[in-house]
């Protein structure tokens, strides 16, 4: 055991259930318990207790996070949630609360995975191919079609193709987002893991994904040493520690970089059966252990997310 009571946050979202799943069946805690803003979602079968947390941009967040923690005598949190990782970054709350270690990836990729202009911005400056970005405040984008996304936040929900006949539409509708390079072929998008150890060792997985809305319904493994190169490079040049979920379209120009989230992603279970293990990695190094032995998996090796029914009985 790694730890005695571990809790994950956001534990009725797709990621927080993933982690509860990885982290119940891996003999890393004795005791893994879930919180999130509301019980409208089957996460707490998951997990060992649940909870209910204040919201994140609550005043009494903290407060309602610790008193849980001391409920159950937690000994690591793990944070899920994107609107909690930021809380932790902007209150530059990265090592532990009140004691409590918390597993969280480093400051510089935190910062500039969260926010897609410096994202752009990152990868230009450190001479890799990048997706043109302008603010929508800043005019009319540089080409059609292209695409419209929000400036913070990670995933697929509000990402719109837009064609010059609709242009004023999103720029009156969406003034604070962004306008994006349309990367193509469509067919051609990649999520991948990138895990830096504390002794600088880079393990990476590469992903070619098929999505439905914003998650990854199938996948294969693939082996590109182009990219291989590139996601080395960018855990260098990030000082990555932990685990980060960059992703990218294989395009004519080669693989370019459109989102790095710093966080686990919705593919973390995907991963962590197809022995990249970054969840558990992360745990053992701040544990203070060294991390396990990483056998990559075959290319061609294939994937899909299924549905699972959840059903709760009543109390009477």
Not at 126 to 133: D, F, N, V
Not at 182 to 197: A, F, H, K, N, W
Request: with cysteine; charged share 25%.
């Amino acid at each position: 055991m790694s730890f005695e009571n571990i809790i994950v946050t956001g534990c009725g979202g797709d990621i927080g259930i993933s982690i509860g799943r990885i982290l119940k069946t891996s003999n890393v805690s004795n005791r893994v318990i879930g919180c999130d803003i509301n019980e409208e979602h089957g996460g707490s079968v998951f997990f060992d207790d649940f909870d209910i947390v204040e919201r994140a941009d609550s005043k009494f967040y903290i407060e309602s996070l610790l008193n849980i923690c001391k409920k159950y005598s937690v000994d690591l949190i793990i944070p899920t949630s994107e609107p909690e990782l930021r809380f932790f970054l902007n209150k530059d709350i990265l090592d532990s609360l009140d004691g409590i270690p918390i597993l969280i990836v480093n400051r510089k990729a935190l910062t500039i995975g969260f926010d897609k202009v410096l994202t752009s911005d990152f990868l230009k400056s450190s001479g890799m191919s990048y997706p043109w970005t302008t603010l929508v405040s800043e005019g009319m984008p540089k080409e059609f079609p292209c695409i419209i996304k929000g400036r913070y936040g990670a995933g697929s929900r509000e990402i719109v193709v837009v064609e010059e006949e609709v242009v004023d539409y999103y720029a009156t509708k969406r003034p604070d987002d962004l306008w994006q390079e349309y990367l193509r072929p469509d067919d051609q998008e990649y999520t991948c893991g990138v895990y830096r150890s504390k002794t600088g060792e880079i393990r990476t997985i590469i992903l070619k994904r098929r999505l439905d809305g914003s998650l990854t319904v199938y996948g294969e493994v693939r082996e590109n040493m182009e990219i291989e190169v590139m996601l080395n490079q960018l855990a260098e040049l990030l000082d990555l520690q932990g685990s980060i979920n960059p992703q990218l379209r294989l395009t004519e120009r080669g693989p370019v970089i459109f989102e790095i989230n710093p966080r686990f992603s919705s593919t973390v279970m995907f991963r962590h059966l197809l022995g990249f293990k970054d969840l558990i990695w992360s745990v053992s190094e701040i544990a203070g252990k060294e991390v396990g032995d990483y056998i990559p998996p075959r290319a061609g090796t294939r994937f899909y997310r299924a549905s699972q029914e959840v059903i709760l009985q009543g109390n009477n």
